[in-house]
């Protein structure tokens, strides 16, 4: 119910936002001949096992996600590959991530929750004898997301959630994911953008 109601009201909220994006790319694109594409696109992620479109803005030129195979993140490090969109207005706010919202309404990944990693890193976890990924959904948000500027690796701030929420009961839970939820929306009004 949480995830239902904050994606719903979330989405309301950011409509704004998105109409700011939309003429942004408009503009982008009318301007510049090498961030032309799509606006949206999908990457695969996993969630509870089960492997699905993650929704995203797109910040990377289209020549630069063709070659991405899956996962454009390694990517976005690199200040060239980047849309002028991408690089000035979607990565430092975060932009780029407010379509998984219609990720959370679908039922795919949470609010909150370990992030959603592609097939290929999931499996390597598997072999590590690291499972949780099929057992939780993954989120928009977590610890991973709040940890800029810190030496933790985003694999151990997953887990660490994941052990948390086994030790809370219903309502401590609500009251935690709250919490990241709001650390989110704080670190996002930083405009930092994500630390690679």
């Given amino acids: 119910m949480l995830d239902i109601a904050g994606a719903t009201a979330l989405l309301l909220l950011s409509l704004p936002v998105v109409?700011?994006?939309?003429?942004?790319?408009?503009?982008d694109t009318a301007l510049q001949a090498r961030d032309r594409g799509g606006l949206l696109y999908r990457?695969?992620?996993?969630?509870?096992?089960?492997?699905?479109g993650l929704l995203?803005?797109?910040?990377?030129?289209?020549?630069?996600?063709?070659?991405?195979?899956?996962?454009?993140?390694?990517l976005e490090a690199e200040r060239?590959?980047?849309?002028?969109?991408?690089?000035?207005?979607?990565?430092?706010?975060?932009?780029?991530?407010?379509?998984?919202?219609?990720?959370?309404?679908?039922g795919d990944i949470s609010l909150v929750g370990p992030r959603p990693w592609p097939p290929q890193l999931v499996e390597q976890q598997r072999a590590e004898g690291l499972t949780y990924r099929d057992e939780v959904p993954a989120g928009l948000t977590g610890?991973?997301?709040?940890?800029?500027?810190?030496?933790?690796?985003?694999?151990?701030?997953?887990?660490?959630?994941?052990?948390r929420v086994g030790a809370l009961g219903s309502w401590a839970l609500v009251r935690y994911d709250m919490?990241?939820?709001?650390?989110?929306i704080k670190v996002m009004?930083?405009?930092?953008?994500?630390?690679?």
């Fill in 189 to 196: 009004a930083r405009g930092e953008g994500l630390s690679y």
């Fill in 43 to 52: 990457e695969p992620r996993v969630s509870r096992g089960r492997t699905f």
């Fill in 179 to 184: 919490e990241i939820l709001a650390r989110t």
């Fill in 19 to 27: 109409a700011v994006v939309v003429v942004a790319f408009a503009c």
């Fill in 143 to 163: 610890l991973a997301q709040l940890s800029k500027g810190s030496a933790r690796l985003y694999a151990d701030l997953d887990l660490e959630y994941v052990e």
């Fill in 80 to 106: 060239a590959n980047l849309t002028w969109l991408g690089r000035r207005i979607l990565k430092p706010w975060y932009l780029d991530e407010l379509p998984q919202l219609w990720n959370v309404l679908r």
């Fill in 56 to 74: 995203k803005f797109r910040t990377l030129r289209t020549d630069v996600l063709a070659r991405a195979g899956g996962h454009a993140r390694l």
